[in-house]
């Protein structure tokens, strides 16, 4: 047993880990042993990210930025850089990263490797659609320069890979400009999920961010209900003096939570809470960048919250039109009485993105937290998984821990000729499990 | 000379450990000009790339092994031939060592004197003609916790900070009214390449916070500065124990 950690609770399998702080050290490093993946900051909830074997290559030492062109807002960085640190730099200069994810503790590296989307989706696709270019270093000790122009196939493998086709040393990825550190935001209160699917395509033109939380403990008439979120950043305002002012203060988490601590009735009473808590229909802010892009970052650790058993993710895409598959989910949940507290709904749009291995693509995506309580979210997230695998839909690999081999290779029918491309001496827990081997 | 008052100008001895990095990003962003030497020309390169990139007004490389008196004093005359005036000297070269390897072997043990003493204060005994005459400037000297008792663990590492600890308490004294000052650094555990093997136990601090507080103590001319701040207490603890309860202890 290693000493890298999941998200959700798991460990990696790997025999020692080794911190790479210059990229220098990656190729020497990369001939010291038969077996290896990277590890950032490990916000992958599952085993995507944890070693089967071998060396866990922890990166997010590797973390200094190379240029940054202020006319034109291409950033380059070494791969462990976090989201955090490149936000710290890039806000006050007037520029955004182009896709955030729901936390900003990951790094460069793992954004790409996971090709993460965020709340833009329906109009910038995901990361790996702003990558320009990046240096994939491979077992055999060449450094490779990738780009949709170059190494094209190598490239596509490479976002959304996994970690699987190297190391990522390095990328350069293209910034969005802003006008200002704060986020229009409007919250309506949604009465079921007609309501969303009308909000989610009539606000699709006008918002950049689109996304729902929604009341998975909610049964009945009120099935599906929640709250519509949307935001568009501000215009005219002041980045470098807004973000100043945009408090770092976190809590923490400072120890594993009792396992009773989270149970129906709680879940229950905070989903009601949490709806009940805007009276309005609608509700307009301005949001500062943390609070509207990531709440959970707010409280550090927050994973203890769910005990020692961790958690389970469980996050699908199924295309637009099976919106009855979509309140078939929301009912088995409701009815399994395994509330989730973040029940997190949103519309991809249909931005392909390059990743050969890309969880994103047209339709509803659906995430779900909930407190692993093993066989019992086992039946759980099979029952899901029929309605998921029915629909045609899939899984993403960097929320799961538990998809069968099968749905895997269903719901990514690209996964052999990524095999293909798949580095030597690479491989995860996930890996094993869904490829075999 | 305007120009210099607004743009601090920084030399950084052995600019690539962890945190000497993360303070040469602070003086970056302030685009301070900088002048870093430490022993591996990719790194540097790699640093330089990062440093202007955060908005460094210069940043000019020196290559130069710090593990000798020698090495270190021809260096540092190389940077007085490039700079007329330093506001702020940080000198963080340094090894950590393993101290059963120290014991067994006289090398490694020589070594680790020379990087931890004999050239910083080479360094400094360099660069004293230069400040006196500019009659202002700050010396920060990395020292460590280590410095102020030695412990059964690392105590070969504690000597050489110590050493320092006392090297930049009476230089600190000697220059006291010459409008120069000297800090002592003294941190506690810090995540960086330094101690990348030890376990990351809850004492282990980011160097990002650990810098910002070095800088705030050249800002404000302090003295001595424990950082984290704890370490203050703790060491106030573990320094005034008595030996014979002391000695007991394996840590």
Request: net charge positive.
């Amino acid at each position: 047993m290693g000493s890298c950690r999941s998200w959700g609770g798991m460990m990696g399998h790997e025999d020692r880990s080794l911190s790479i702080h210059w990229k220098q050290d990656i190729i020497p490093a990369l001939q010291s042993d038969q077996h290896f993946l990277c590890y950032g900051l490990g916000r992958s909830y599952g085993d995507s990210c944890l070693s089967a074997q071998g060396t866990a290559l922890v990166m997010n030492p590797l973390d200094k930025l190379r240029s940054f062109d202020a006319h034109t807002g291409l950033l380059s960085a070494e791969a462990g850089l976090s989201l955090h640190h490149l936000l710290d730099f890039a806000v006050p200069r007037g520029w955004f990263i182009p896709v955030s994810p729901g936390t900003k503790y990951v790094t460069l590296g793992g954004a790409l490797a996971n090709d993460i989307h965020g709340k833009n989706h329906h109009v910038r696709g995901t990361i790996g659609c702003h990558v320009t270019e990046l240096e994939l270093i491979r077992s055999s000790g060449e450094a490779i320069l990738c780009s949709l122009t170059r190494e094209r196939d190598l490239f596509c493998a490479t976002i959304g890979g996994l970690g699987l086709t190297g190391i990522i040393s390095w990328c350069t990825i293209q910034l969005i400009p802003i006008e200002s550190a704060l986020i229009d935001t409007e919250c309506i209160k949604t009465s079921g999920l007609e309501d969303f699917f009308k909000l989610e395509d009539d606000s699709a033109k006008d918002w950049e961010y689109t996304v729902s939380w929604i009341d998975c403990m909610a049964k009945g008439r009120s099935l599906g209900r929640g709250i519509f979120i949307r935001g568009n950043h501000a215009r005219a305002g002041n980045p470098a003096a807004e973000y100043a002012k945009q408090s770092q203060l976190k809590l923490s988490i400072p120890l594993q939570a009792p396992t009773w601590l989270l149970n129906s009735w709680s879940i229950r009473a905070f989903n009601e809470a949490y709806y009940h808590k805007q009276q309005r229909r609608l509700s307009k802010t301005q949001s500062a960048i943390d609070p509207f892009f990531y709440p959970l970052d707010m409280v550090l650790h927050w994973n203890r919250l769910y005990g020692k058993p961790g958690l389970l993710q469980y996050q699908c895409v199924i295309d637009s039109h099976r919106q009855e598959d979509l309140s078939h989910i929301f009912h088995i949940i409701a009815h399994s009485g395994q509330g989730s507290f973040l029940a997190v709904l949103k519309k991809f749009g249909a931005v392909p993105s390059p990743g050969m291995l890309s969880f994103p693509r047209e339709g509803y995506t659906l995430s779900l937290d909930f407190q692993n309580q093993g066989d019992k979210s086992r039946e759980l997230f099979q029952k899901l998984d029929a309605v998921v695998e029915a629909a045609g839909g899939r899984l993403y690999p960097a929320k799961d821990a538990l998809m069968s081999p099968e749905l895997f290779q269903k719901g990514y029918p690209n996964w052999e000729k990524f095999r293909s491309f798949v580095d030597p001496k690479f491989t995860s827990l996930f890996w094993q499990r869904v490829s075999g081997g | 000379m305007a120009e210099s008052q607004n743009i601090p100008q920084v030399a950084i001895f052995g600019a690539s450990s962890g945190l000497a990095l993360a303070v040469a990003q602070i003086y970056a962003h302030r685009r301070a000009r900088l002048f870093l030497i430490a022993r591996d020309r990719q790194k540097l390169n790699d640093i330089e790339k990062d440093l202007r990139t955060r908005g460094a007004s210069d940043v000019q490389t020196l290559v130069a092994d710090l593990s000798g008196a020698a090495s270190a004093q021809s260096v540092t005359d190389l940077l007085l031939q490039r700079v007329q005036h330093l506001d702020v000297v940080l000198i963080a070269a340094g090894v950590l060592g393993d101290t059963e390897q120290l014991l067994r072997d006289a090398k490694s043990c020589e070594h680790l004197i020379d990087i931890n003493v004999q050239s910083p204060i080479a360094i400094c005994n360099r660069l004293l003609p230069l400040l006196t005459q500019q009659k202002d400037g700050v010396i920060a000297l990395f020292s460590s916790v280590a410095g102020d008792r030695g412990r059964a663990s690392n105590f070969i590492y504690g000597a050489s900070k110590a050493a320092i600890t006392a090297y930049a308490s009476g230089l600190r004294a000697r220059l006291s009214t010459t409008g120069i000052q000297v800090l002592t650094i003294k941190p506690g555990m810090v995540a960086t390449a330094m101690t990348s093997h030890l376990p990351k136990g809850p004492l282990m601090a980011a160097p990002g916070p650990v810098a910002k507080s070095i800088v705030k103590a050249i800002d404000r001319r302090a003295d001595v500065l424990y950082t984290p701040g704890f370490w203050r207490w703790i060491m106030l603890i573990i320094v005034h124990l008595p030996e014979a309860i002391f000695k007991r202890l394996k840590f």
